[in-house]
T-cell receptor, first 111, second 115 residues
Framework: DAKTTQPPSMDCAEGRAANLPCNHS???????VYWYRQIHSQGPQYIIHGLKNNETNEMASLIITEDRKSSTLILPHATLRDTAVYYCIFAGGTSYGKLTFGQGTILTVHP | NAGVTQTPKFRILKIGQSMTLQCTQDMNHNYMYWYRQDPGMGLKLIYY?????ITDKGEVPNGYNVSRSTTEDFPLRLELAAPSQTSVYFCASSWGPGQGAGELFFGEGSRLTVL
């Protein structure tokens, strides 16, 4: 099972960048890092994914270290609506099927 | 597209009753998943399927059964409901590796209470 380690909670001021770390030291070469978030009790929502290069989309940026053992999700200008639980997982190739989630990070954005 | 549709959204069961949570997706995804989420906790994988006719156990399969007779549908059966099965159940689907982003699409959840 793919295992990741994330801090249980983080705080961020509205308008500032939120940087959420994830450790995935057992990731294999063909496995991608995926980030999801869950607002209240809704179904989780995909944010971004990457293999080895840094990625950016309209929601966030993903920075993956050169050794690929950790990554950081960046919300450049956090808003109150970004308060959520953020999960990172990794999967790919034959490991893709059994997708398991950790506890995630509870991000609280405050005014 | 409707995406991933789960029914029912809410259900109350008595101990020992059985029921089926329905999940259907209209994206022609090969991979489908069932997760449960207890209050304040993360997602736990119950069962998953990599294609029609193929299912496999996840982290917490005891007390549940699944089938995948079509690409679209992945029902979750609860036999002899117990209070420990009180949870929110999420169904998800994806293309899997090698197609698109491989991201999971989740349903809105089914909230089950066993009394």
């Amino acid at each position: 099972d793919a295992k990741t380690t994330q801090p249980p909670s983080m705080d961020c001021a509205e308008g500032r960048a939120a940087n959420l770390p994830c450790n995935h030291s057992t990731i294999s070469g063909n496995e991608y890092v995926y980030w999801y978030r869950q607002i209240h009790s809704q179904g989780p929502q995909y944010i971004i994914h990457g293999l080895k290069n840094n990625e950016t989309n309209e929601m966030a940026s993903l920075i993956i270290t050169e050794d690929r053992k950790s990554s950081t999700l960046i919300l450049p200008h956090a808003t109150l609506r970004d308060t959520a639980v953020y999960y990172c997982i990794f999967a790919g190739g034959t490991s893709y099927g059994k997708l398991t989630f950790g506890q995630g990070t509870i991000l609280t954005v405050h005014p | 597209n409707a995406g991933v549709t789960q029914t029912p959204k809410f259900r109350i069961l008595k101990i020992g009753q059985s029921m089926t949570l329905q999940c259907t997706q209209d994206m022609n995804h090969n991979y489908m998943y069932w997760y449960r989420q207890d209050p304040g906790m993360g997602l736990k994988l119950i069962y998953y399927s990599v294609g029609a006719g193929i299912t496999d156990k996840g982290e917490v399969p005891n007390g549940y059964n699944v089938s995948r007779s079509t690409t679209e549908d992945f029902p979750l059966r609860l036999e002899l409901a117990a209070p420990s099965q009180t949870s929110v159940y999420f169904c998800a689907s994806s293309w899997g590796p090698g197609q698109g982003a491989g991201e999971l699409f989740f349903g809105e959840g089914s909230r089950l209470t066993v009394l």
